[in-house]
């Protein structure tokens, strides 16, 4: 709301980046934009614990990384200006794109925003938990036991590379979906089959195949969460090796954008 609101009200020209508000918003987002720094500091530095608790940079670094740049195109105006200052603005916009891809990827291996890393151990307990339940409940059908339990050791395969694995991410739904209809199916007919002898009533036969299918459904899931989580820890990492020098790139800009503006 607030981007549309001032790009709306830019070619009114309220206010100037060169002096005055606009000068102000310039100096307070840059502030805000090198304060971002502090989290990385406070984080891996032990002295720094003085400065307050690492959960409470990390809100900062997540606020100042919108309303810096927030106040930033502001004191543009929304407009581009001089080869310095356009430089300085898309490095910046650059950077908080970064940002945003890197927020939602920490999200993927986080519990929550400010939660605690997720562990790979802890996922795949609860699969091996899962795949327990599902070879008692899956007794009278061990065919489609055996054709889940291939299928979840196929995907579950170590992949080459990123490619490879967000390949696998992407067709891994619909495979399960496939999977999970297979698996109705033939439940239904093993618990229908005369050779099946079992005292349970047309009515106790449905419930088992619903809680069947519902477990088996639930396997996948969490199958698909372990290679997601898998993929999302590598592009984490590509992430770190890639933002820190974007943003330095940023600051460099911004220095010289800062000279440019003052001295020539």
Same mark, same amino acid.
């Given at each position: 709301?607030?981007?549309f609101?001032?790009y709306r009200l830019?070619?009114?020209?309220?206010?100037?980046?060169?002096?005055?508000?606009?000068?102000?918003?310039?100096?307070i987002?840059?502030?805000m934009?090198?304060?971002?720094?502090?989290y990385?500091?406070?984080?891996?530095?032990?002295?720094?614990?003085v400065?307050?608790?690492?959960?409470v940079?990390?809100?900062?670094?997540?606020?100042?990384?919108?309303?810096?740049?927030?106040l930033?195109?502001?004191?543009?105006?929304f407009?581009?200006g001089?080869?310095?200052?356009?430089?300085?603005?898309?490095s910046?916009?650059?950077?908080?794109?970064s940002?945003?891809?890197?927020r939602y990827?920490?999200t993927k291996?986080?519990?929550?925003?400010y939660g605690?890393?997720?562990e790979?151990?802890?996922l %795949?307990?609860?699969?091996?938990?899962?795949?327990?339940?599902?070879?008692?409940?899956?007794?009278?059908?061990?065919?489609?036991?055996e054709?889940l339990?291939?299928?979840?050791d196929?995907?579950?395969?170590p %992949?080459?590379?990123l490619?490879?694995?967000?390949l696998?991410?992407?067709?891994?739904g619909l495979?399960?979906?496939?999977?999970?209809?297979?698996?109705?199916?033939?439940?239904i007919?093993?618990?229908?089959s005369?050779?099946?002898? %079992?005292?349970?009533?047309?009515?106790?036969k449905?419930?088992m195949e619903?809680v069947?299918?519902?477990?088996?459904?639930?396997?996948?899931?969490r199958?698909?969460?372990?290679?997601e989580?898998?993929f999302?820890e590598?592009?984490f990492a590509?992430?770190?090796?890639?933002?820190?020098p974007?943003?330095?790139?940023?600051v460099?800009?911004?220095?010289i954008?800062?000279?440019?503006?003052?001295?020539?």
């Amino acid at each position: 709301m607030s981007l549309f609101v001032g790009y709306r009200l830019s070619e009114y020209d309220y206010y100037s980046a060169e002096d005055g508000a606009g000068y102000a918003l310039g100096v307070i987002g840059g502030c805000m934009m090198l304060a971002l720094l502090l989290y990385p500091l406070r984080k891996r530095v032990s002295r720094l614990s003085v400065i307050g608790n690492v959960k409470v940079w990390f809100g900062l670094h997540m606020m100042f990384g919108i309303l810096g740049p927030l106040l930033i195109l502001f004191h543009a105006n929304f407009s581009l200006g001089s080869t310095n200052s356009n430089v300085a603005l898309f490095s910046m916009l650059i950077v908080s794109a970064s940002g945003v891809a890197g927020r939602y990827i920490y999200t993927k291996i986080h519990h929550g925003l400010y939660g605690q890393k997720i562990e790979l151990a802890e996922l %795949t307990n609860r699969l091996r938990n899962n795949q327990e339940d599902l070879f008692s409940l899956l007794r009278l059908n061990p065919q489609a036991r055996e054709e889940l339990f291939q299928f979840v050791d196929h995907v579950l395969t170590p %992949t080459k590379g990123l490619i490879h694995s967000s390949l696998r991410i992407m067709t891994v739904g619909l495979r399960s979906r496939v999977l999970i209809r297979k698996i109705r199916k033939s439940t239904i007919e093993r618990l229908n089959s005369t050779s099946v002898e %079992t005292d349970l009533t047309a009515k106790e036969k449905r419930q088992m195949e619903k809680v069947i299918v519902r477990e088996a459904d639930h396997f996948l899931n969490r199958t698909r969460k372990v290679i997601e989580f898998s993929f999302y820890e590598r592009m984490f990492a590509l992430w770190h090796v890639l933002h820190l020098p974007l943003f330095f790139m940023l600051v460099t800009a911004a220095i010289i954008h800062v000279i440019a503006v003052h001295w020539y």
